[in-house]
């Protein structure tokens, strides 16, 4: 980074994350056309993709069924909560790469 001690305004983060093959692949069939992003579009794109192919369940609809989904060969779970993120970050950790280091 520049060194700077002074941080960006919200929204105004740089774009810097670099998402592999696979996770890429998932962000544009939620609508992404970017190939570099902030955390906050990567997570958008994710939450298109998860309601545009209705992968929720139906009756509780904070779980998201992945297991025979490409999301679910990224997440490496079958299901998981949107209440709980570490699933999420785990798998975003192992599948971008940060440009601004
Ligand atoms: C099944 O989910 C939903 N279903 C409904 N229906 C009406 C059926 N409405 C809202 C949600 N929903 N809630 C949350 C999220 C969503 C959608 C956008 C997936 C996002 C989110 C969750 C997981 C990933 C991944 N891979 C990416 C984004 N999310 C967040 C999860 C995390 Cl970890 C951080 N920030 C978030 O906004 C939530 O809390």
Do not use: W
Not at 3 to 14: H, I, Q, T, W, Y
Not at 37 to 48: A, N, P, W
């Amino acid at each position: 980074g520049s060194g700077s001690s002074c941080r960006a305004l919200p929204g105004e983060e740089s774009r810097s994350l670099l998402p592999k093959a696979s996770l890429l692949q998932i962000l544009r069939d939620g609508g992404a056309q970017e190939k570099v992003f902030t955390l906050k579009e990567v997570m958008h794109y994710l939450g298109q993709y998860i309601i545009v192919k209705e992968l929720y369940d139906k009756q509780r609809q904070h779980i998201v069924h992945c297991q025979d989904d490409p999301l679910g060969e990224l997440m490496e779970v079958e299901s998981f909560s949107v209440k709980n993120p570490s699933p999420v970050y785990e798998m975003l950790k192992r599948n971008l790469f940060n440009l601004n280091v």
